[in-house]
Structure formats: C-alpha cells, structure tokens
C-alpha cells in the first residue's frame, strides 16, 4: 500500500510542477490554487509512505517519478526537446528508481 501512496505521491508532484509553470507563464490565481493544492497532496502522500518505507528510498523514488513526469510532461505539453540524449537520462533515472524499488 505504500508504494501505491509513493506513486500517487509522485504524480501529484508531476502535476504540481505543471501548474507551477502555467503560474509562473500566466500569473492566473487559479494556477496556484492547483500548484499549492498539488504540491500539499504530494506532501501529505509522501509522508504517509514513509510511515512505512525508507526515508531514502521514499525521497528518492518520488523525486524520480517528479523528475522524469516533468520532464515528459514539458517534451508533450510544452514541446521541449526531445533529444536522444535526455531520453536516456530519463531512461537512467528511472531505471534507478525502479532499482530501489526491486531492492527494497
């Protein structure tokens, strides 16, 4: 059950960080309604993971599923490059993400 918290912990960074850049481009009021609102389940998710994983793993899975949702986010949404060399760093980091999964 916490790694499924993990994710959605994750996630809900992914979406915060998107509407971290539509505030940062538009000033709009509801943008940071949604990037506060975001950034605190992903808060309140993260937190209730590590009740029962590692602090380290924990921080650095939902880092890595932020990391990587954000940047994949950006190529789709805000046409950013898709360059054969950030693909494979995207593909270094998630490896190492689900590696700590598989070890933990």
Do not use: H
Not at 78 to 91: F, G, L, P, T, V
Request: glycine share 10%.
């Amino acid at each position: 059950m916490a790694w499924i918290v993990l994710i959605f912990a994750g996630l809900f960074e992914m979406i915060g960080i998107t509407f971290l850049n539509a505030f940062v481009n538009t000033q709009r009021k509801l943008a940071l309604l949604g990037l506060i609102g975001s950034f605190t389940l992903s808060f309140i998710a993260l937190s209730m993971a590590m009740d029962q994983l590692p602090m380290s793993t924990a921080y650095a899975v939902w880092t890595g599923i932020g990391a990587v949702g954000g940047t994949v986010l950006g190529m789709i949404l805000y046409k950013e490059s898709k360059d054969i060399k950030r693909i494979a760093c995207i593909a270094v980091i998630l490896g190492s993400t689900i590696g700590l999964k598989l070890l933990s």
